[in-house]
């Protein structure tokens, strides 16, 4: 510090006051807006430690000589204002809540604070300049800059959920139920909007069904703290689709087949997934063959070790259980014990040797109910269950979304 303080010195002090006090309200300024945004509350927290710390010393005359906030107020508080709106604080009117330029901001004060200083100290007159701690410095400095702006631009990542199944298995409502009893999900994609939209329009039973490849996904942010966001993720594709990720999980890309790339991408985004779903049709019980296990094994086969931690089965469908599961519990509704309805279903599937296969992988208490409240129209034929507005009811997907963030 005191070669600093001697380099200062040296300058302008009416010209350094004007800069301190400004970019120090600027600092202040984009902090501020850290605060309101949740994801960088925690950077915020620790960058105003540091702040407070810098403000007492140059309050002190320790840094700085001869700066005094109250003197020439209106050059903090500008800087407070410029922080704050270039930050994009103008956005709060629009009710927007990240701010992801006040992060940048602040590293950038503080980037340029520390090249005004490394200048300094390197051209005064005072000091003997040597080539190797020259350069030795410019990597401390650039090192430095460069964790600090990350630090300041982080958010925390949470896991990336990926899930599939057999064509028809029920992935598509899956998804649906999942996003609309995630308490706070963001970000939901084009596709997965309108097959929503869809599930709430009157007059259709159930969402038709697409023939070409669609994308879900959402994010769900979780935590108070440290935010943490979770993705959602399927890619639905009409037609068994199972074998073909399974052949791509190994298989280098084949430039001639442009319609194959699809599998290419899936079989990726399978690989880079932290947790795995994988969807079975409890339409197809007790038709194990019919629903797809073999090919989840062979999948599971192929992925790095760590990478199916954590993985989960989810019966979809079993709404055509219910009546079975009331008259052996005592006309028992399923949604006053979850645990219960989630045992009795594992123990329907778990006798076939494939199911304990899969099981024996992803674990053992890993299978999980969900379904549509629906009620029969003819022999063959389920409809949802509505209110008046239109709303569908579901069962399972909180369960099993408070169980995946765990
Ligand atoms: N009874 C009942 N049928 C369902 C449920 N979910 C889906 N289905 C039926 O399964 C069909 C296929 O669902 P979908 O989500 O489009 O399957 P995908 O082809 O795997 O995307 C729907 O059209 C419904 O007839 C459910 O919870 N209960
Ligand atoms: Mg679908």
């Known amino acids: 510090m005191g070669h600093i303080t001697q380099t200062i010195y040296h ?15 600027f600092y202040v300024g984009s902090l501020l807006l850290m605060f309101v945004d949740r994801k960088k509350r925690i950077q915020a927290i620790l960058l105003s430690i540091s702040i407070i710390i810098l403000i007492i010393y140059i309050s002190k005359g320790i840094i700085f000589s001869n700066i005094h906030w109250s003197r020439n107020i209106e050059w903090p508080v500008s800087g407070i204002f410029a922080g704050f709106v270039l930050g994009g604080g103008l956005g709060i009117l629009r009710g927007e809540t990240e701010f992801k330029w006040a992060a940048r901001n ?10 005004f200083v490394f200048f300094n100290y390197h051209l005064s007159p005072y000091i003997e300049n040597n080539i190797n701690t020259t350069i030795s410095d410019v990597v401390v400095v650039s090192v430095f800059i460069y964790f600090f702006k990350e630090f300041a631009m982080y958010t925390f990542k949470g896991p990336k959920l990926f899930m599939f199944g057999p064509a028809n298995s029920g992935k598509s409502l899956f998804m649906a139920g999942c996003y ?29 069904h697409t023939t ?40 280098k890309e084949d430039k001639n087949e442009k319609n194959e790339e699809i599998f290419v991408k899936l079989a990726k985004d399978v690989k880079k997934s932290d947790k795995l779903i994988f969807i079975i049709d409890g339409e197809k019980y007790p038709d194990f063959d019919q629903m797809g296990i073999i090919e989840y094994i062979k999948i599971l086969k ?22 079975e599961y009331k008259d052996k519990e005592k006309n028992e509704d399923p949604e006053n014990d979850y645990n219960s309805f989630k045992k009795f279903i594992s123990n329907k599937f778990v006798h076939d040797i494939r199911i304990q296969q899969l099981l024996r992988v992803v674990g053992d208490i890993s299978i999980y109910p969900v379904f549509y409240y629906t009620k029969q129209v003819d022999k063959n034929k389920r409809k949802p269950i509505r209110d008046y507005a239109g709303n569908v009811f579901t069962f ?5 979304i408070d169980d995946m963030l765990k």
């Open 106 to 115: 602040t590293s950038v004060v503080l980037a340029g604070l520390i090249i």
């Open 180 to 208: 609309l009893e995630a308490s706070a999900p963001v970000n939901p994609s084009d596709d997965l909007l309108e097959l929503i939209d869809e599930l709430h329009t009157i007059g259709i039973d159930w969402p038709k």
């Open 212 to 251: 070409d490849v669609k994308d879900y996904h959402f994010t769900y942010e979780y935590g108070s703290l440290f935010i943490k966001n979770i993705l959602f993720k399927m890619t639905d594709y009409p037609g068994p689709y199972l074998e073909k990720i399974n052949e791509y999980m190994d298989k």
């Open 302 to 323: 192929k992925l790095p070790e760590r990478r199916i931690i954590d993985s989960c089965v989810v019966i979809t469908k079993c709404d055509l259980f219910v009546d």
């Open 11 to 25: 300058i302008n002090p009416a010209g350094i006051h004007v800069l301190i006090t400004f970019f120090t309200g």
């Open 396 to 400: 399972g997907f909180s369960e099993l």
